[in-house]
């Protein structure tokens, strides 16, 4: 399948494409994990996006373009991708619909988790991460056995920079301004699907009739 997630950070677009690369070996892609890893490696690319990622800032279109464009054509995405945190403004959906066309290539649907702001806020002052292989935890619903230790890796598991209370009032504001727009675009396009749950089986019922 070739679906976009759309929905505020703490939506659970991450476990929502976790749960359906399983379902047919599409590709998760996250726009987000692809910057963390750059910072963490100092690459080039890690240097531009990090002063806006820690406040909770877009990084430019140029830059996820430039990531996305390459990425797209990448083997793996043969199979059907799900983009993660992409597009995130309105020139990044358009971008995408023009490289899309290039590549003769078609989405099933961009699927909105359509999330109240409480759970949200909720749901992401309570997020640990593990810095080490990205698996998420949450300090009241799923803590790791052992206290800061990753269960999958034994990296240690950490409150993202972002989340912070500040950094998070900060990336709902630029979602309301940025990616809010995307829906009615994708409303447009015919291709909206929203659902006002991240749980799985909302998600895949209202899914079916796009990928059958
Ligand atoms: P996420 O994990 O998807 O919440 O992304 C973390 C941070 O990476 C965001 O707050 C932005 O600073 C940056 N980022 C991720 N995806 C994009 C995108 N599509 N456009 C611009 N910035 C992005």
């Not at 983009?83 to 290539?105: C, H, M, V, Y």
């Not at 998420?136 to 920079?161: A, F, M, S």
């Amino acid at each position: 399948m070739k679906i976009i997630l759309l929905g505020p950070p703490g939506a659970g677009k991450g476990t929502i494409a976790k749960a359906l690369m399983d379902y047919d070996g599409s590709v998760q892609i996250s726009t987000g994990d692809i910057l963390r890893a750059a910072v963490a490696a100092g690459t080039e690319l890690g240097k531009q996006a990090e002063a806006a990622m820690k406040a909770g800032d877009l990084v430019s279109d140029e830059l996820i373009m430039g990531i996305m464009g390459e990425r797209l054509q990448q083997e793996d995405c043969q199979r059907g991708y799900l983009l993660d945190g992409f597009p995130r403004t309105l020139p990044q959906a358009r971008a995408l619909k023009s490289l899309l066309d290039e590549l003769g290539e078609k989405l099933d649907c961009a699927l909105e988790l359509d999330i109240p702001r409480e759970v949200i806020i909720d749901r992401l002052t309570t997020r640990r991460t593990c810095s080490n292989c990205g698996e998420i935890y949450n300090v009241k619903t799923r803590p790791p056995k052992v206290e800061g230790v990753c269960d999958v890796c034994g990296g240690p598991v950490l409150q993202r920079d972002d989340e912070t209370e500040e950094a998070i009032e900060n990336r709902l504001q630029v979602y309301q301004q940025q990616t809010a727009p995307l829906v009615d675009f994708y409303r447009d396009e015919g291709l909206l699907v929203s659902v006002p749950s991240s749980d799985l089986e909302p998600v895949m019922a209202a899914l079916k009739p796009r990928i059958g």
